[in-house]
């Protein structure tokens, strides 16, 4: 029986004010974190300086690491340290695979806890303007997988009856989601919208209608990380759109540096700064 406790903690969508209370905590907490590609950088603020930080990221089907792989990593941390987040872009059991990381833990007997995040499924939408339920547009909201698993090339395109649909992980399938929804009965003028790198400075939305929104996602080079919505309370979007013009954003991509040197992290200007000192990380 392992002494360590693994945390399986969801980072949500970008924006490091969307971090919970209860993630940053144990993120000052930890002796190890294990990252995913859609974390970001914003949680490096509030990490212990002596804190071992492991990336294990994935993005799509180009998996850096296996998941056979992070999860003997998670056991193995578990079994040398007292604390170990498993840090997870967005909510970890929405298509996060925290489900199956938790089930590997549990027949391996490490005791673990999980942490919800805010989920991007809903957070790019609202941050495009988009409310995915509106009391005159729509009642019900579905939330799908929109890529095929690897080696499961034949798996169909899921087409809820839902008022809304948000699709995650779809834009390199959208011609077969596209195809899929026309086929369903879904009015070729219905609005859809792609949004991409949701809550961070570099969000980009695109909207337009059914018929002709795969051949604007590529015109306007829309690639993932990005969610697809699909409805009626698109149209919300002229009305409702707020994050492009709220001043102050660091507007600095990941890899960019700065004047004084220091890597740019690519979050709003309110982001934490961590202070040297004590086993905490206290801001």
């Known amino acids: 029986m392992s002494s360590g406790r693994v945390y399986i903690v969801g980072a949500g969508p970008g924006d490091p004010g969307l971090l919970t209370l209860r993630a940053v905590e144990l993120i000052r907490r930890a002796d190890v974190i294990l990252y995913d590609y859609l974390c970001g950088e914003g949680f490096l603020a509030y990490k212990r300086e002596d804190a071992e930080c492991v990336y294990i990221g994935k993005r799509g089907h180009q998996h850096y690491t296996p998941q056979e792989k992070i999860n003997r990593l998670l056991l193995e941390k578990a079994q040398k340290h007292e604390t170990v987040v498993r840090l997870k872009g967005g909510d970890p059991f929405v298509f996060g695979r925290g489900g199956e990381e938790a089930e590997y833990l549990r027949r391996h007997g490490v005791a673990f806890e999980i942490v919800p995040g805010v989920t991007s499924s809903i957070a790019a939408p609202a941050y495009a303007g988009i409310p995915v339920t509106h009391r005159d547009y729509s009642s019900s909201v579905s939330i799908v997988t929109g890529h095929r698993q690897a080696g499961n090339e034949s798996e169909d395109v ?62 306007e080079r829309i690639n993932p990380p990005s969610v697809i919505v699909v409805g009626e309370v698109v149209k919300l979007r002229d009305e409702l759109s707020w994050y492009e013009s709220v001043p102050d954003w660091e507007n600095s991509l990941p890899d960019e540096e700065r004047a004084d040197g220091e890597k740019a992290v690519p979050f709003r200007s309110r982001k934490p700064t961590a202070r040297s000192g004590g086993k905490g990380g206290e801001q």
């Open 158 to 219: 899921i087409v809820p009856n839902t008022d809304t649909i948000v699709y995650m992980m779809g834009v390199t399938n959208l011609p077969n989601i596209v195809k899929a929804l026309l086929e369903s009965g879904r009015s070729p003028k219905t609005p859809v919208a792609i949004i991409r790198w949701g809550t961070r400075p570099q969000q980009r939305t695109v909207v337009g209608d059914l018929e002709g929104i795969a051949e604007l996602a590529v015109k």
